[in-house]
């Protein structure tokens, strides 16, 4: 049986996580909002006559559905790496209000404006697989 330590540092990935929440419900109001603004009414998905509403639910739901990778990647990558997967997750979490924002335009091209927060995953992604590659013995520490 393995021993993991967490060092102090990782309460900023729990601060980072925090942050990653309050994005996650700040993208969901702003659907609502949308909602009303437009006159869509539950249980409607997506609209013919407001193409605009749609480019709100989709910068959400594009979140939404790479939650869950985030989350991982900063949540384990972090044991071994709390600053860098920290500071990597704050740069996808900015990127989201980056990517919504340019979505809520009406022109989706302008989505890529978020396209930075791939350096974000990218830098989790190299510390959880350096982590797992630790935790086999491959590497050393």
Do not use: Q
Request: hydrophobic share 45%; net charge positive.
């Amino acid at each position: 049986m393995a021993t993991i330590v967490v060092a102090k540092e990782y309460g900023y990935v729990v601060f980072t996580t925090v942050s990653s929440g309050i994005m996650m419900m700040y993208l969901a109001s702003n659907v609502s909002k949308a909602r009303k603004k437009f006159g869509i009414s539950y249980p409607k998905m997506y609209d013919d006559k407001e193409p605009i509403f749609n480019c709100y639910l989709r910068a959400h739901l594009n979140t939404v559905e790479n939650y869950p990778m985030f989350l991982y990647l900063l949540l384990l990558g972090g044991l071994e790496h709390p600053v860098a997967c920290s500071v990597g997750g704050m740069v996808w979490v900015v990127s989201r209000i980056f990517y919504a924002h340019g979505y809520y335009t009406g022109d989706p091209s302008k989505r890529m404006r978020g396209s930075f927060g791939y350096l974000g995953l990218l830098t989790m992604l190299g510390c959880t697989v350096k982590f797992g590659l630790h935790l086999l013995g491959v590497i050393a520490s």
